[in-house]
C-alpha cells in the first residue's frame, strides 16, 4: 500500500506561482512512477504531467510551457511547480502514484484557484 499527501494548493491571481508537493510514505519502493491530475469543476479528470523512476517526463500540451514536474528522490517527494497560472488551471489537483503491479494510488487533492 502507499499512501500519498499533497500539500501547496490555495489560491492566487492570474500571472502567480504555486508549487505543489506530494509526500509518499509506506511501500515506496513499489512505485513505478507518479503523477499530477487535475479535475476542473463540470469536467473529467484529466492528467497534466507524469514522471517515471527514470525521469521521463511527460507533460500536456496545456501546461508544457507553464508547469514543471519533478522528483526528489532522496525525499521521496513530487513537485509540480506552476507558473503563469490562469484561470483555466483552477481545478482539485490530484497526486497519483503507480506501483510495478499497475496499482493506482490517489492522494486526497489540494485546491488550486486562479482569480482573473
Known amino acids: 500500500q502507499v499512501q500519498l499527501v499533497e500539500s501547496g494548493g490555495g489560491l492566487v491571481q492570474t500571472g502567480g506561482s504555486l508549487r505543489l508537493s506530494c509526500a509518499p510514505s509506506g511501500s515506496v519502493r513499489s512505485i513505478n512512477g507518479m503523477a499530477w491530475y487535475r479535475r476542473a469543476p463540470g469536467k473529467q479528470r484529466e492528467l497534466v504531467a507524469s514522471?517515471?523512476?527514470?525521469?521521463?517526463?511527460n507533460s500536456a500540451d496545456s501546461v508544457k510551457d507553464r508547469f514543471t514536474i519533478s522528483r526528489d528522490n532522496a525525499k521521496n517527494v513530487m513537485y509540480l511547480q506552476m507558473n503563469s497560472l490562469k484561470p483555466e488551471d483552477t481545478a482539485v489537483y490530484y497526486c497519483?502514484?503507480?506501483?510495478?503491479?499497475?496499482?493506482?494510488?490517489w492522494g486526497q487533492g489540494t485546491q488550486v484557484t486562479v482569480s482573473s
Open positions: 497519483n502514484a503507480k506501483n510495478y503491479f499497475g496499482d493506482n494510488y
Open positions: 514522471i517515471s523512476n527514470g525521469g521521463i517526463i
